[in-house]
């Protein structure tokens, strides 16, 4: 055992975990979905992630991620217990992240509240409520852990179309408002002063982001959902010197991450969420030692 993953036996490795997996991608049409739903979760995370990332409203993801587990939760608590089988997980999910960056919005510009507390409370409300459906629902919610931690290998055809039509709202909201997203997120006083409505595009912006952090749940789950969103547009603001540049160098290192995660989990059956952050974060380290030395 010791022999077999010795240094001198791990370089050889990654090619061989590579190929098994593009192997198996012309076989099986579980990995073919896998990859697309990677490809297509990438375009709004790398544009979204940048907003994010120059916004500095990382927590706000976080915040609104972990209260999707309510959407969830009720959703599955409805199918199970009233037969609703009309409604679709990732539905249940848009409507929790929605209705979380509505709240957050909405009391930190209104009530003059503190944004990490309010940020905080929807949080631990949103992850609470879920908990509490998974225990009204009979049986052990076995679907509803594969959002925790993320497993793309689930992905359907159906949620194929959902996350393609959120990625379309996604990338015609940024093409429409990208010069008002950029004035909101560098600086709101002189956005003001230049007649943009700073609260309706926070609220845009708010929003964009729940979609996104929708998307990324279905590929790395709730509690993973942060990293994928910031780190591949961090990495990105290493080198780009304007906005589209970092956009269009996050989607790509968001798009290498996924499937570079999916690949080297394929053959050991490793959680492909977890591999993918793994190698996200390895990423964003080594990329940031290389950018300091230079």
């Avoid at 979204?48 to 608590?77: C, D, E, M, N």
């Avoid at 609703?84 to 930190?108: F, N, R, Y």
């Avoid at 997120?185 to 002189?190: H, I, K, Q, S």
């Avoid at 789950?221 to 994928?228: F, H, M, P, S, W």
């Amino acid at each position: 055992m010791f022999l077999a993953l010795s240094p001198a036996t791990i370089p050889p490795l990654f090619p061989a975990l590579m190929s098994d997996f593009f192997q198996a991608l012309g076989q099986h049409e579980f990995l073919q979905l896998a990859l697309l739903a990677g490809a297509l979760v990438s375009i709004p995370c790398g544009v979204v992630g940048s907003f994010v990332v120059i916004r500095r409203i990382s927590y706000i993801a976080g915040g609104i991620a972990h209260t999707v587990l309510a959407g969830l939760g009720f959703v599955h608590y409805m199918q199970v217990v009233h037969g609703v089988t009309w409604l679709s997980p990732m539905i249940g999910a848009v409507v929790a992240a929605l209705l979380a960056a509505g709240i957050i919005g909405w009391v930190s510009l209104n009530l003059k509240q503190r944004e990490d507390t309010v940020i905080g409370a929807v949080w631990a409300m949103g992850m609470a409520l879920g908990i509490v459906f998974i225990s009204m629902t009979p049986g052990y919610a076995t679907d509803l852990m594969s959002y925790l931690f993320g497993n793309i290998l689930m992905v359907t055809q159906a949620d194929i179309w959902l996350i393609l039509a959120l990625d379309v709202v996604v990338i015609i909201c940024v093409g429409l408002f990208h010069k008002q997203l950029l004035a909101v997120c560098f600086d709101t006083e002189f956005a003001t002063l230049r007649g943009v409505h700073v609260n309706r595009f926070h609220f845009l912006l708010l929003g964009l982001t729940a979609l996104t952090v929708v998307l990324l749940v279905s590929v790395v789950g709730i509690i993973l959902v942060i990293a994928l969103l910031t780190l591949p547009a961090a990495m990105a603001n290493l080198f780009a010197r304007d906005l589209w540049k970092m956009m269009g160098m996050a989607v790509l290192i968001c798009l290498a991450m996924t499937t570079g995660g999916l690949a080297l989990s394929y053959g050991p059956d490793l959680p492909s969420g977890a591999v993918t952050i793994l190698l996200t974060g390895m990423a964003y380290f080594v990329t940031a030692f290389v950018r300091s030395r230079r």
